[in-house]
């Protein structure tokens, strides 16, 4: 059950905002104090107070946002929601459902009808017996007549439109809150009260992570499954209390639920909390629960609540995502970067989509104040990017709309705060580069701010000028240029804070000619309508193809060496003072011009041309008969493996995978490549 709409009227700092959600993954970003938090509590409310899961939920949620205390239970307190008590408060949630549960809907009708029956009379049964006595009377049947009609008919409303309604009023001069979709209201709750304890629809993941020092208390039983429904929403900020108890139920519940958990650890440690890994769960020497962690690079041991508070709360958070949250569902997240490193959060977005959202069909509302959140939901079709900019304006952040992106960052103080949180900035070209390197060289590149700058010319031109004010004396921090050979070698030399470099290949395309990857990538569907047969029918198409590129790169030989790559005006002469001295400038400038074309004319030009040509083709045809995959240019040769149709699919996407692979085989390439970048960084 999806969150399609949200509107929210008069609550907390929020005057009237309407939003639609069209993505599995929703970020909202803005500033501290805007009011991120608020439109994750308005969901919250309008869910426990009008589609309850356990008894209390309702009364907790809010006594928790202070609109009640459980010291004067007929009060309400309007300062906790509103500055104009004279206004009404609304928040209108409208839910899209999935054809299972409507199908489960229909299936529930039966139990439904009861409960709508003593609703509609206000009447609560204290035992089973006196609820049967009365459906049992001409009253009763009246009643249950009348519910099954009003049930049948939303039910066929439903099945049409696939749509759940909750519209939570507060009215203050009344002292009464309350909802205008009873029926659909019940609907929901009862698709929640049909799971088991274990599993959710609905969970809220608070940004206040009091995780527990020390051993806790594991408990089984009634008391347990209590604390568990109520952790999901009603008393959320329960969930960073129960980390033993989760990974604790997830053992005992069976075999698989302890394969489970150690893949899921597994999954949370070889993507995001990077270098670590889940000892043998067991009993230490005093009888606590012990759950041990590995340092992977030194082996140390140590129990999982020598982790940061951050990490622990990021384990949780997906475990529990994992475990609790039944297909279709809707998490709240507020904050995940909370306690975490810039370069963790960098991941956790893109971790979030591809494990969770995606594979469970769950949609998840994200609110952050993270510029690296801020950038992974920007750079993904599947997340949509909103901006709280006020109470009245929440603005959808589209993928053309560059303004609002750097009004964003702006507000989050992300350009003053990068000296801070990274170690130095690595430039590249373009945005595969960027990408091919965070994916084969994360582990060296998570503390580095990765730009991408358009191309060879804007590098080098950013390159001279940090170097000029370098020299000046300005503070520009730790630069760091990895740019493509492109067959023109680079004469720019390093300085203290500006390093370069060049790859030894024509492009960083040309590290991806793997030719066995390759291969096996074509018999995945995503990325080859046919698989190719073999290595040996890969490496002759991609040879074909490299060596197709030899007759551009002689051409362009032939053309330097009979000097036409100098017939160009030199507009320097323009900058000479006086205009004799200009015109003379210019007189002369023609004047090469008109010498080095006559000169060619009066040649046989074709015959000359032609035997320059056929001369650098030979000569290139020995040298790259052995190395095409170095000299080659990589990008264009996967283009046209495209376009003869031996690949297909996002030519981005390709290149990621062929570098994960490479980076898990540890090929020779991958190697050359991780060395180059580690002596760049000085990384040992």
């Known amino acids: 059950m999806h969150l399609k709409r949200l509107r929210v009227s008069n609550f907390r700092s929020l005057e009237e905002i309407d939003v639609e959600f069209d993505s599995l993954v929703s970020v909202i970003i803005g500033p501290n104090a805007i009011g991120k938090t608020t439109i994750l509590e308005a969901i919250r409310l309008a869910k426990a107070v009008l589609s309850p899961r356990t008894p209390n939920e309702a009364n907790q949620t809010l006594n928790s946002l202070g609109i009640t205390s459980p010291h004067i239970p007929q009060g309400m307190f309007p300062a906790a929601v509103t500055s104009n008590s004279n206004k009404l408060t609304e928040i209108g949630a409208v839910f899209k459902m999935e054809a299972e549960e409507v199908q489960n809907v229909r299936n529930l009708l039966p139990k439904l009808v009861p409960i709508l029956a003593q609703q509609s009379i206000g009447i609560n049964f204290g035992t089973h017996a006196q609820a049967m006595a009365f459906f049992a009377s001409d009253q009763g049947k009246v009643a249950m007549k009348l519910a099954n009609d009003q049930l049948e008919k939303a039910c066929n409303l439903i099945e049409n439109t696939s749509t759940l309604i909750l519209n939570l009023t507060i009215n203050f001069l009344s002292n009464t809150i309350g909802g205008s979709h009873p029926i659909h209201q019940l609907i929901f709750a009862a698709l929640e009260q049909a799971l088991p304890p274990t599993k959710s629809l609905f969970s809220y993941f608070p940004a206040d992570r009091a995780m527990p020092i020390g051993e806790q208390p594991v408990q089984l039983g009634a008391a347990d499954t209590n604390n568990q429904l109520e952790s999901y929403n009603s008393q959320p900020q329960v969930k ?95 904050e995940p970067e909370l306690h975490l490193n810039p370069a963790v959060c960098r991941d956790l977005l893109q971790f979030l989509v591809d494990e969770y959202a995606i594979k469970k069909n769950m949609q998840a509302i994200v609110c952050s104040h993270s510029a690296e959140i801020l950038a992974g939901a920007f750079d993904r079709q599947d997340c949509a990017l909103f901006h709280l900019r006020s109470g009245t304006s929440l603005a959808k952040v589209r993928q053309n709309d560059r303004g609002e992106i750097r009004d964003a960052l702006r507000r989050l103080g992300s350009s003053e705060s990068e000296a801070l949180l990274y170690k130095g900035t690595v430039s590249v070209e373009g945005i595969h580069d960027v990408e091919v390197l965070q994916t084969g060289f994360d582990d060296i590149l998570r503390r580095y701010r990765l730009r991408e700058r358009g191309g060879r010319g804007q590098v080098e031109k950013d390159i001279s000028e940090l170097q000029r004010a370098e020299l000046n004396g300005d503070e520009i921090g730790s630069h760091f240029f990895v740019f493509d050979h492109d067959g023109k070698p680079n004469r720019i030399k390093d300085s203290q804070k500006v390093k370069l470099l060049q790859l030894e290949r ?61 017939v160009a005006f030199d507009m320097s002469v323009l900058c000479q003072e006086g205009s004799l001295k200009i015109a003379a400038g210019i007189s002369e400038k023609i004047g090469e011009i008109i010498t080095t074309l006559t000169g060619l004319q009066n040649e046989d030009f074709s015959a000359r041309f032609t035997l320059l040509w056929e001369a650098k083709i030979q000569e290139l045809r020995l040298l790259w008969d052995d190395k095409w995959r170095e000299l080659c240019n990589g990008k264009r040769l996967l283009e046209d493996m495209r376009k003869d149709g031996h690949l297909r699919g996002d030519i981005l996407r390709l290149k990621r995978r062929i570098i994960g692979e490479m980076k898990n085989k540890k090929t020779e390439a991958w190697r050359s490549l991780d060395s180059l970048i580690r002596n760049l960084l000085g990384s040992e």
């Open 240 to 334: 960073y209390h129960r980390l033993k108890h989760t990974i604790f139920n997830a053992i005992i519940r069976s075999g698989e639920g302890r394969d489970d958990l150690t893949q899921n650890f597994k999954l949370i440690f070889d993507r995001i909390l990077k270098g670590r890994a889940l000892g043998e769960i067991g009993i230490n020497q005093i009888g606590m629960l012990s759950i041990p962690i590995i340092d992977v690079e030194t082996g140390v041991q140590f129990d999982i609540d020598g982790l940061s508070s951050g990490e622990k709360g990021l384990i949780l958070t997906f475990l529990l995502i994992s475990q609790s949250i039944e297909r279709n569902g809707l998490i709240l997240l507020d």
């Open 506 to 566: 024509f492009c960083i395309e040309n590290y991806l000619l793997d030719i066995e990857i390759i291969t096996d990538l074509t018999r995945e569907r995503e990325f080859a309508e046919d698989p190719l047969a073999n290595v040996t029918q890969t490496r002759d198409i991609m040879k074909r193809l490299a060596l197709s590129q030899l007759s551009e790169i002689a051409a362009r030989a032939a053309f330097r060496e009979l000097g036409l790559e100098t």
